[in-house]
C-alpha cells in the first residue's frame, strides 16, 4: 500500500528537495503549491492551491483525506514579506501568519484523526533560523517562532498517539529565491558568509536529509525537537554576543 506524505510549497527549493528525497525512499507526495513544479517527481501529485484561501485549502483538504491515508506532513510553504519594524504593515503581519501559522494548524487538524486511528504519524515543521531574532523580519520571525511553539505543544499533546512532532530550522540556503535575491559576487551575499561558521550556504537536499530523518518510522522516539540546520550559525551568533 502506497505511503503518502503531504508536502506543503514543494514546486521549488527547500520543499522540492524534500520531495525528491522522499521520491527517492519510495514515497508519494502530495504536492500543495500554487505553481506548478518544472518536473515531478516519481510518484508526486501537484495540487494547485492558494493556501492563504481558508475555504479552498479546507476543500482540498477534505477532499485528500478521503481520497489517500495521509500519516506524514511537512509543513514547508512559508512567506517573508521584510521590513524594518517602524515599516511593518500589520497586514502584512497578518498575512504572514496566515500561512506560516494558520495553515499547518488546519493542515494538522485534517489528518489527526487518520494518525490517531494508526496509532502513528510524522509531522515536521520547516521553520527558521530567523526565529531566534533577524533584522527586518518582525512578521517572519514572529511566526516561525510561533510555529517552534506549536511543534512543541503538538508533540506534548499528540505524544501518547505515537504521532511525533518536529521542526527544522534552516539557515542560508541555496535556494532559487535566495540566489535572486543574494547573487553569488553581491557583498550582501559575502557578509553572509563570513557569518557562516561553514563558510558556504546550505543545499536544499541538506533540509531534505533532515526532513526525512524525522519522517522516518524509526524517529518514534524523536518530538518536540528544532534541529537547526544553519552551517553553525546558531553557535556562532551565540558566540559573538
Not at 503581519?93 to 490517531?116: D, S, W, Y
Request: proline fraction near 5%; include cysteine; glycine fraction near 10%.
Amino acid at each position: 500500500m502506497p505511503q503518502y506524505v503531504l508536502v506543503t510549497g514543494g514546486s521549488s527549493g527547500i520543499g522540492k528537495a524534500i520531495i525528491e528525497r522522499l521520491a527517492a525512499e519510495g514515497f508519494h507526495t502530495l504536492n500543495l503549491d500554487m505553481r506548478a513544479p518544472h518536473s515531478l517527481s516519481d510518484n508526486e501529485r501537484h495540487i494547485s492551491i492558494d493556501l492563504l484561501d481558508t475555504d479552498a485549502l479546507s476543500g482540498v483538504l477534505a477532499q485528500l483525506s478521503q481520497e489517500h491515508e495521509i500519516l506524514r506532513i511537512v509543513n514547508n510553504a512559508g512567506m517573508v514579506k521584510p521590513a524594518l519594524l517602524e515599516s511593518t504593515q500589520i497586514e502584512d503581519v497578518r498575512t504572514v501568519a496566515k500561512l506560516n501559522i494558520e495553515a499547518p494548524i488546519l493542515i494538522v487538524q485534517q489528518f489527526l484523526p487518520a494518525m490517531r486511528a494508526n496509532n502513528f504519524g510524522r509531522i515536521v515543521n520547516i521553520s527558521s533560523r530567523a526565529a531566534l531574532g533577524k533584522e527586518k523580519r518582525t512578521a517572519y520571525a514572529a511566526s516561525k517562532a510561533g510555529l517552534l511553539g506549536m511543534t512543541r505543544t503538538w508533540a506534548l499533546e499528540l505524544a501518547g498517539n505515537g504521532i511525533t512532532v518536529n521542526a527544522i530550522g534552516p539557515g542560508p540556503i541555496a535556494t532559487e529565491l535566495f540566489t535572486a535575491v543574494n547573487p553569488p559576487d553581491a557583498p550582501q551575499t559575502h557578509q553572509i558568509l563570513k557569518t557562516i561558521p561553514i563558510q558556504r550556504l546550505g543545499d536544499p537536499s541538506e533540509i531534505a536529509h533532515a526532513a526525512y530523518f524525522f519522517l522516518d518510522d524509526r524517529s518514534g522516539f524523536t518530538t518536540g525537537q528544532v534541529l537547526y540546520v544553519c552551517g553553525g550559525m546558531t553557535v556562532g551568533l551565540g558566540n559573538a554576543a
